[in-house]
Every structure is written in structure tokens, then in C-alpha cells.
Nanobody, 127 residues
Framework: QVQLVESGGGLVQAGGSLRLSCAAS????????TGWFRRASGKEPQFVAA????????NYADSVKGRFTVSRDNAKNTAYLQMIRLTPEDTAVYYC????????????????????WGQGTQVTVSS
């Protein structure tokens, strides 16, 4: 089992940057694929990015490709989401999630595949 805590959200102007962190408890974080999702007010949750357990494979939603970068440091039990050139459309609560990985290249975009979730961190981008 793993517990996740996000941090790094806040208010930023359009064009600005933020880096979100997802700190995991336990010593098996490296066994889990990590995903980032977001939920804007009144909308369904949306996949943002995911990274395989060893960091060798990543996947991004089309809306964030080229602007967001997902990474992880298993020694620190932490995953990151670097976000640049933010727009008001990026405003949402951002969640990290973890799913026990089948193999090193395993990455899933499916919300229902993830068993563990953080509490979320608010990102607000002003125009």
C-alpha cells in the first residue's frame, strides 16, 4: 500500500510555471506506475501524464504535450509534474495516483486502473 501527498499548487499568471510534487510513503514506490490527473470545476477528471515505475516510459495528454514534463525520483519516493506555459484552461485540482506496475514499461492512462490517490492540489492560472 502507498499513501500519496501532492504539493506545489498555487496561483500563477498565464504563461507561468509550476512544479507539482507527489510524495509517497512506503519503500515500494518504485514498484508503482505514477499518473497525474486533473479535475476542473464542473468537469470530469482528465488524464494528464503518467510515468512508468523506472521512469523509462512516459505518456501525456495531447493538451499538455510540450508543456508538461513528468518525472520521478524513486530514491526520494517522489514524482513530479513540471508545468510551463500555463493557460487558464489548466486551472484544476491536480491529483497524483499510483498503480502497482506489471513490468517496467507499464503505463496506464485509465483512471480506474489506479488504486491509490492523493488529496489533490489546486492550480489556478489567471489570465
Amino acid at each position: 500500500q502507498v499513501q500519496l501527498v501532492e504539493s506545489g499548487g498555487g496561483l500563477v499568471q498565464a504563461g507561468g510555471s509550476l512544479r507539482l510534487s507527489c510524495a509517497a510513503s512506503g519503500r515500494t514506490f518504485g514498484s508503482y506506475v505514477t499518473g497525474w490527473f486533473r479535475r476542473a470545476s464542473g468537469k470530469e477528471p482528465q488524464f494528464v501524464a503518467a510515468i512508468s515505475r523506472n521512469g523509462g516510459r512516459t505518456n501525456y495528454a495531447d493538451s499538455v504535450k510540450g508543456r508538461f514534463t513528468v518525472s520521478r525520483d524513486n530514491a526520494k519516493n517522489t514524482a513530479y509534474l513540471q508545468m510551463i506555459r500555463l493557460t487558464p484552461e489548466d486551472t484544476a485540482v491536480y491529483y497524483c495516483a499510483a498503480d502497482r506496475a506489471i513490468h517496467n514499461d507499464y503505463v496506464t492512462l485509465m483512471l480506474n486502473d489506479y488504486d491509490y490517490w492523493g488529496q489533490g492540489t489546486q492550480v489556478t492560472v489567471s489570465s
